[in-house]
């Protein structure tokens, strides 16, 4: 029984082995930028730089990671019950936003 595509790029994705590179943090921030210059990750610009395939997002994203503490602590800044997490996100993407906005200004 042959394998659905889906399923064959899933378990090549399983078998991939991930690589540290060291570089100085002069190399790493210029890694960074050229990356976010051309809209793609630090791991897309290295596998660019070594002839590897990659793909450009269609919609690049940067995460933000949130623990329960900053829950807490963004929901007193918000006024808002530190329960309604998605009321917090919203928030957090509006402030980042406007951050950003009035920066490029």
Do not use: W
């Not at 921030?29 to 660019?48: I, N, T």
């Not at 928030?91 to 009035?102: G, W």
């Amino acid at each position: 029984m042959k394998l659905s595509d889906k399923l064959s790029k899933k378990l090549e994705k399983v078998t991939a082995v991930s690589i540290a590179i060291d570089l100085s943090e002069k190399m790493g921030r210029r890694l960074r930028v050229e990356a976010a210059l051309e809209g793609m990750s630090p791991q897309d610009q290295l596998r660019k730089m070594v002839g590897l395939s990659f793909k450009k997002p269609q919609r690049p994203r940067v995460t933000l990671s949130l623990r329960e503490e900053d829950y807490i602590l963004l929901a007193k800044r918000y006024k808002i019950n530190s329960c309604n997490k998605n009321d917090i996100k919203k928030r957090v993407m509006e402030e980042i936003s406007k951050t950003l906005h009035d920066q490029a200004c």
